[in-house]
């Protein structure tokens, strides 16, 4: 099992500032198989990107993902009240392995 | 639009089984991968498994002794059953579907899940 490690736990930011998140996986991981999550109290979690940089449908552009074997990243260029959340990142290492980070909470300052 | 709604008991007594309904709304589920997850309060999100194409199922390692998904196109509903349930299996239960079994672009809203005597 491929385990992904999510930090920081938490980002303490303010509306128009920079986020940056990260996933480091125990392995390397192909990036066609990392995606990325948002997930707000009581509601569904909403797909962000996918392939580690393919934005799902109506994100908007201010998000972005990159990386490649262990690491990944997504950004958010500037915070919007609305982003702030919780993200995750997902990992599919084949038929039987697919696995979630702890998850980043990003928390208005 | 797609949308998917998770339902079942929210109480269970140790040892019984779990069972989950997941309806789909807006899209037919004889195409795709439909998957089960959960989440532990204060714990990871766990992929539990999928059902695909067929019928096919593929299920988490830790958890492949006690789970059964199944499909009904003519509802189209897909299941969980998850026997023998401990107070670990308390958790908030999701489904989604994913267009590949990589990732997921649409989930339900939850369903929490009680295991207590």
């Known amino acids: 099992e491929t385990v992904l490690t999510q930090s920081p736990g938490t980002l303490s930011l303010s509306p128009g500032e920079r986020a940056t998140l990260s996933c480091r996986a125990s392995q390397s991981v192909s990036s066609t198989y990392v995606a990325w999550y948002q997930r707000k109290p009581g509601q569904a979690p909403r797909l962000l990107i996918y392939?580690?940089?393919r934005r799902a449908r109506g994100i908007p552009d201010r998000f972005s993902g990159s990386g490649s074997g262990r690491d990944f990243t997504l950004t958010i260029s500037r915070l919007e009240p609305e982003d702030f959340a919780v993200y995750y990142c997902q990992q599919y290492g084949g038929s039987r392995d697919l696995t979630f980070g702890g998850g980043t909470k990003v928390e208005i300052k | 639009q797609l949308q998917l709604q998770e339902s079942g008991p929210g109480l269970l007594k140790p040892s019984e089984t779990l069972s989950l309904t997941c309806t789909v709304s807006g899209g037919s589920i004889t195409s795709d991968h439909w998957t089960w997850i959960r989440q532990p309060a204060g714990k990871e999100l766990e992929w539990i498994g999928r059902m695909y194409t067929g019928g096919n199922t593929n299920y988490n390692p830790s958890l492949k002794s006690r789970v059964t998904m199944s499909l009904d196109t003519s509802k189209n509903q897909f299941s969980l059953n998850l026997s023998s349930v401990t107070a670990a299996d308390t958790a908030v239960y999701y489904c989604?579907?994913?267009?590949?079994?990589?990732?997921?672009?649409?989930w339900g809203q939850g369903t929490l899940v009680t295991v207590s005597s």
């Open positions: 392939g580690a940089s």
């Open positions: 989604a579907r994913g267009p590949y079994p990589h990732y997921f672009d649409h």
